[in-house]
Nanobody, 126 residues
Framework: QVQLVESGGGLVQAGGSLRLSCAAS????????MAWFRQAPGKEREFVAA????????YYADSVKGRFTISRDNAKNTAYLQMNSLKPEDTAVYYC???????????????????WGQGTQVTVSS
């Protein structure tokens, strides 16, 4: 399993941008599909975006499609979430997650991810 640490959250005005980073330790990052989830107060954790081990396949929730971009740099053991045109409804704690290594199918359910970061708060003011 990998250990994950998120960073880059903060307070931003509506329409602004943030880039979240997820630094991974462990030797299996480059073979693991990665994802971002978020959880707003009083709501369930929801899928945001996912990327396969090579970076060639990406999925997005409809609510962020066209505004958010997931990427990864396997040489740096880091995944990213670029968030543009932020809206107040994007306010949440954002978590990165990793599937076990060598799994071909990219998951989008939180139960299918083996490793989680501690989360980083994103607050979008109106």
């Amino acid at each position: 399993q990998v250990q994950l640490v998120e960073s880059g959250g903060g307070l931003v005005q509506a329409g602004g941008s943030l880039r979240l980073s997820c630094a991974a330790s462990g030797r299996t990052f480059s073979r693991s599909n990665m994802a971002w989830f978020r959880q707003a107060p009083g709501k369930e954790r929801e899928f945001v975006a996912a990327i396969n081990w090579s970076g060639g396949i990406r999925y997005y929730a409809d609510s962020v499609k066209g505004r958010f971009t997931i990427s990864r740099d396997n040489a740096k053991n880091t995944a990213y979430l670029q968030m543009n045109s932020l809206k107040p409804e994007d306010t949440a704690v954002y978590y990165c997650a990793a599937q076990k290594d060598n799994i071909m199918v990219i998951a989008r359910r939180s139960a299918d991810f083996a490793s989680w970061g501690q989360g980083t708060q994103v607050t979008v003011s109106s």
